[in-house]
């Protein structure tokens, strides 16, 4: 099992880099908080985490910013490896959309530090 999640996680790092691209989006911006709804509903979360750290998770971290609205539709559509495709029959354009624009919402502002936990600073 160990040696099959290092397998995905080996082919997601390698294969990462090949799948920049900087065109402009071929898709109409969306609305982030419907997108985190659907982000839920259609389980991205339990591949890539609830925040898109993926900290121990199967897939990679989404909460970075190299990713563009073009990379992401285009992983939802065509994944790379081993992500499962989401056609336009279980996700609309209009829901990508949607899902796209929390996904990319989530690299913006600064990332979460200890210091920012009341908690842990006492
Ligand atoms: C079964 C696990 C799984 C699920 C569910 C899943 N992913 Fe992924 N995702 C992966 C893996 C593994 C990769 C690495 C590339 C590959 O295997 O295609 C990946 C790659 C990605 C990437 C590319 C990241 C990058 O830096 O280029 C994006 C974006 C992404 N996923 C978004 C989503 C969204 C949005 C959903 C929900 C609609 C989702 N994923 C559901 C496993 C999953």
């Known amino acids: 099992m ?7 996680a080996l082919s997601a790092a390698l294969a990462a880099p090949a799948f920049a691209q900087t065109a402009a989006p071929v ?3 969306g609305d982030a908080a419907r997108g985190k709804d659907i982000y839920m509903r259609d ?4 591949c890539h985490g609830t925040t898109g750290a993926s900290t121990s998770f199967v897939g990679p971290k989404l909460a970075h910013a ?4 073009n990379r992401i539709l285009r992983q939802l559509r065509q994944p790379q490896a081993q992500m499962p495709a989401y ?3 279980v996700l609309s354009d209009k829901d990508a959309a ?3 624009a ?8 600064p990332s979460p530090s200890g210091k920012d936990i009341p908690l842990l600073n006492r």
């Open 102 to 109: 929390y996904v990319l919402s989530l690299s913006e502002g």
């Open 43 to 46: 389980a991205c979360y339990t």
């Open 87 to 89: 056609t336009e029959k």
């Open 2 to 8: 160990t040696r099959f999640i290092l397998a995905i």
């Open 27 to 29: 898709i109409a911006p």
């Open 98 to 100: 949607d899902l796209i």
């Open 66 to 69: 190299g990713l563009t609205a």
